[in-house]
């Protein structure tokens, strides 16, 4: 298939030739034991080398977890204003840099510069936000028939591993980091193999807001993050991937280590016969191909009913047609690359199982290739029809830019096939009856519901997360009103005469 759109001038950006990242232990920025490193390359150009990273062994990753017991014998002890100047300092320092990290956002993971610019512009306010929360750990008093006094306090959890994606590396970290650290803990931080230099970065504003030495530390690498999870010491897991490896660290995890896991999904956009026609291919092309379809809240399942079914395809192969695809830092591309040449393959093996189960590609369906795009990991926005409900493609998350449309007779055929999937992250209905939207918020088995609305998106404020093989729903990852509960132990003292 040949390139969609035509880019129009590459923005200059100055970047190193390639950035070496390091573990940070203690404060220390040291290789890994032994001297291996992995390298990432440019998803847009993949003959381009991007960055090289130490490939943590378990040595490393216990020396990390030695240290940040040692941080966090001072920091669990320090004040509300001390976390809270770190975090605010931090904030700062990442709104400084902006600029410089969107740029190597896009070399290192692939989106386009508007995309990078507004995930470097946001991570900040995650910092100002968890800023306020170290002044907000407050306990209660309790009436009591036999002692003056009984209250509760909030004590830190200990030491938290954070696991993170490559699709958000500084937003998604930042929403678990800087709870852990207001809350007086330590972290261990293990950023995903795919975007290494991104973990450094947002590593690096803590430290040089002032963060004590051995409070963070970092650990690159494909098998820290195991090493990490078996390791007895570390009081609570946060973790944002795949079920797969949700799933993995799930039956690895002792009695008492708190866990919390945002995973899969296979997130349905319902579209009823009363829907805005082009509001609705609004909402699924956003949807869909935001991100070149890598989020986790992206959908794969348009369910549409059959009277509306060929003007609804019609309207959003339009919107899949007019994406520009290229490197990210020219300017006019829309959608970037896949994150690396698996996934690349993946969307091959995901439309070519969808033909072999009957359903029909009307727009996209293999690599994309012309000029700029050759020797990059690009596929095109890609639209199935006649996709047979319980196939693999409504049932099994893609991951990337392919998406399949069923036809439904009604909102009751339409709940009962979006619940007929093991994931539950979120879920859109598309109509103008209030009647149908409320059934379908109370009826949906997903932990988020928009109403003409995309999937994809989060508040700072709101609750975010899912339910079945979607997550644990510990204390709704990341945000929210109870994200603190998380990051924090009870306990209550009775005061004697």
């Not at 390139?3 to 970047?15: K, V």
């Not at 690599?367 to 493609?393: E, H, I, M, Q």
């Not at 339910?467 to 009103?481: C, D, F, M, N, V």
Request: glycine share 10%.
């Amino acid at each position: 298939m040949g390139q969609l759109g035509a880019p129009r001038m590459t923005t200059p950006t100055t970047l190193p030739a390639t950035f070496e990242a390091s573990n940070i232990i203690g404060g220390e920025r040291v290789g890994a034991t032994g001297g291996a490193t992995f390298e990432r390359r440019n998803p847009a150009r993949s003959s381009e080398l991007v960055s090289v990273a130490p490939a943590s062994t378990a040595e490393d990753v216990r020396a990390a977890v030695d240290a940040a017991l040692d941080g966090l014998a001072t920091w669990r002890r320090s004040t509300p204003t001390a976390r809270a100047d770190v975090l605010t300092r931090a904030s700062r320092l990442l709104a400084e840099r902006t600029g410089d990290i969107a740029a190597e956002m896009v070399a290192e993971e692939g989106k386009p510069l508007a995309d990078a610019r507004n995930e470097a512009s946001r991570t900040p306010k995650n910092l100002e936000l968890y800023a306020g929360e170290a002044y907000r750990l407050t306990g209660a008093t309790f009436p009591s028939d036999d002692t003056p006094l009984v209250y509760s306090v909030l004590d830190p959890v200990g030491v938290v591993a954070v696991i993170t994606p490559w699709n958000f590396p500084l937003n998604m970290a930042s929403r678990k980091i800087a709870p852990a650290l207001a809350a007086g803990n330590a972290v261990v931080f293990k950023p995903s193999p795919m975007t290494p230099w991104m973990g450094e970065r947002l590593a690096t504003a803590f430290l040089d807001a002032g963060l004590p030495p051995g409070v963070l530390n970092v650990v690159h690498g494909f098998d820290a993050g195991a090493h990490l999870v078996a390791d007895q010491r570390v009081g609570a897991i946060t973790f944002t991937g795949s079920t797969a490896v949700g799933r993995r660290i799930h039956d690895t995890a002792r009695l008492g280590q708190r866990l919390q896991l945002e995973l899969g999904g296979k997130n349905p956009v319902v579209v009823l016969e009363d829907a805005d026609i082009d509001a609705a291919a609004d909402v699924v092309a956003r949807s869909s191909f935001s991100l070149t379809g890598q989020a986790c809240t992206g959908a794969g399942r348009i369910l549409v009913h059959e009277s509306i079914h060929d003007q609804l395809v019609d309207a959003v192969i339009a919107r899949a047609e007019r994406h520009v695809l290229g490197a990210g830092e020219t300017e006019g591309v829309t959608m970037g690359p896949l994150i690396d040449e698996s996934a690349l393959d993946a969307m091959g093996a995901a439309v070519s199982t969808a033909v072999g189960d009957g359903a029909t590609v009307v727009t996209g369906g293999q690599r994309a290739a012309g000029t700029g795009l050759d020797d990059g990991w690009f596929f095109p926005p890609t639209v199935l029809v006649d996709v047979a409900p319980g196939s693999a493609l409504a049932t099994q998350e893609v991951f990337g830019p392919v998406i399949g449309v069923e036809r439904i007779g009604s909102l009751d055929e339409a709940i009962a096939s979006a619940n007929a999937v093991e994931y539950g992250l979120s879920a859109a209905i598309c109509t103008r009856s209030l009647t149908a939207a409320q059934r379908f918020a109370a009826e949906v088995e997903a932990g988020m519901v928009r109403v003409n609305r995309p999937t994809v998106g989060a508040a700072f404020n709101a609750p975010f997360g899912g339910i079945k093989q979607s997550g644990t729903a510990t204390h709704r990852e990341q945000l929210g009103p109870t994200v603190m509960d998380f990051y924090t132990v009870s306990r209550t003292v009775w005061l004697g005469g």
